[in-house]
């Protein structure tokens, strides 16, 4: 069973950066980032295997995320704020391989951490 723990979350101005981390154990195929803005439903924002990292549409070139396999970590470095990216985001594992166009669909994943708050004020 894949625990993972979010961390990072807060308040930032638009323009600000923030840098979410998420503690992983146990196997995981993929990992993503997802996130729920207040009153919409939940979006993928990356994700990441041995194979590819995609993005969301909206991400703009403006987020980074990355997994260091020897620390269990994966992170999501956002840049470039905007009040629209307000939202919990939650840290996402999938065991099984899926085509890359499933990568940020939440269906796919098996398990998911309990989500960090990112607020960003105009």
């Known amino acids: 069973q894949v625990q993972l723990v979010e961390s990072g979350g807060g308040s930032v101005q638009a323009g600000g950066s923030l840098t979410l981390s998420c503690q992983v154990s146990?196997?995981?195929?993929?990992l993503a980032w997802f996130r729920q803005p207040p009153g919409k439903e939940r979006e993928g924002v990356a994700a990441?295997?041995?194979?590819?990292?995609v993005y969301g549409d909206f991400v703009e070139g403006r987020f980074t995320v990355s997994r260091d396999t020897a620390k269990n970590t994966l992170t999501l470095q956002m840049n470039s704020l905007r009040p629209e990216d307000t939202a919990m985001y939650y840290c996402?594992?999938?065991?099984?391989?899926?085509?890359?166009?499933?990568?940020?669909?939440?269906?796919?994943?098996?398990?998911w951490g309990q989500g960090t708050h990112v607020a960003v004020s105009s």
């Open positions: 996402a594992a999938a065991r099984r391989a899926m085509g890359w166009s499933l990568l940020l669909q939440e269906q796919y994943y098996d398990a």
């Open positions: 146990g196997y995981s195929y993929s």
């Open positions: 990441i295997n041995d194979y590819r990292t």
